[in-house]
Structure formats: structure tokens, C-alpha cells
């Protein structure tokens, strides 16, 4: 939002979010749906979704040679 202080404009931001985390404190999400991805969001590991990606990475760079 914007704010108008001694004739200037002042911008006011959300605090920062994921998009998950926007999910989960969102009222128009059904429970069910969050639960879901809250389970998925659990079993995910960064270090190996890094590894799959760049190892796919990998794999198209060598086939467009």
C-alpha cells in the first residue's frame, strides 16, 4: 500500500514470503490441499533436487553438442 506523509509517498510491503508459505496462510486454500503440500514440502531434500537438477542440466548440454 501507499501512504502519503508531508507530500511524499511512503510504500508499505507484505512481509517477505515464500510461496508456500503464502499457501499455507491463505483462507481460500481448502485444508486438504495444504496438508498435501505441507507432506510433499517435508519429504523434499534441497541437496538432492540441486544434484537431479544439475545432473539433467548435464544431460542436455552434452546432447546439444
Known amino acids: 500500500s501507499k501512504e502519503y506523509v ?5 510504500k508499505l510491503y507484505d512481509k517477505a514470503a515464500t510461496p508456500y508459505q503464502r499457501v499455507l496462510g491463505s483462507d481460500l486454500i481448502p485444508f486438504q ?3 498435501n ?3 510433499l514440502y517435508v519429504q523434499l531434500n534441497p541437496v538432492t533436487l540441486r544434484k ?4 539433467k542440466v ?3 548440454c552434452t546432447l546439444s553438442r
Open 6 to 10: 508531508d507530500g511524499r509517498i511512503i
Open 33 to 35: 490441499i495444504k496438508a
Open 37 to 39: 503440500l505441507t507432506n
Open 52 to 55: 537431479s537438477i544439475d545432473q
Open 58 to 60: 548435464h544431460q542436455l
